[in-house]
């Protein structure tokens, strides 16, 4: 069982991802962006930004919108791929709605195995 590489925690995750979609939908992205898109506290995103910051996913410039690093690139692109993915999955084998296809893609996202994403994918395309 293969399980992703993992150097961040699931909420860091959520924040790359946020970061992502906000630079994919506004062209930028700010802090007061991403606490308003997850629906949390300027100040957790505070602590997340200086945490992934440190750790080298983004750099936070002189006019405070945050940038995501290569590193930080890789990871937000596979977190969102996988989000994708798994949405894109749920709503063919289950029919639920969009909404409650991406809420649950969402929570397994981040503790789906390697192997399973995959073979997930490989169905996906014999299914298309």
């Known amino acids: ?46 602590r997340a930004m200086s945490v992934l910051e440190d750790t080298g996913y ?10 995501l690093t290569e590193k930080g690139k890789a990871k937000a ?13 749920l709503m063919k084998i289950t029919g639920v709605p969009e909404g409650q296809a991406e809420e649950n ?4 996202e981040h503790d789906i195995d390697s192997d399973v994403k995959e073979g997930i994918e490989r169905w996906m395309k014999e299914n298309a």
């Open 1 to 46: 069982m293969a399980k992703q590489a993992d150097d961040i925690h699931k909420s860091g995750e959520d924040y790359l991802e946020a970061i992502l979609m906000l630079q994919k939908k506004n062209g930028a992205a700010r802090a007061v962006d991403v606490a308003r898109l997850l629906n949390v506290s300027k100040p957790s995103v505070s």
């Open 58 to 67: 983004i750099t936070v410039g002189e006019t405070s919108f945050l940038q």
């Open 105 to 108: 893609a969402c929570r397994v």
């Open 77 to 89: 692109n596979d977190v969102y791929g996988r989000h994708i993915l798994l949405t894109k999955f």
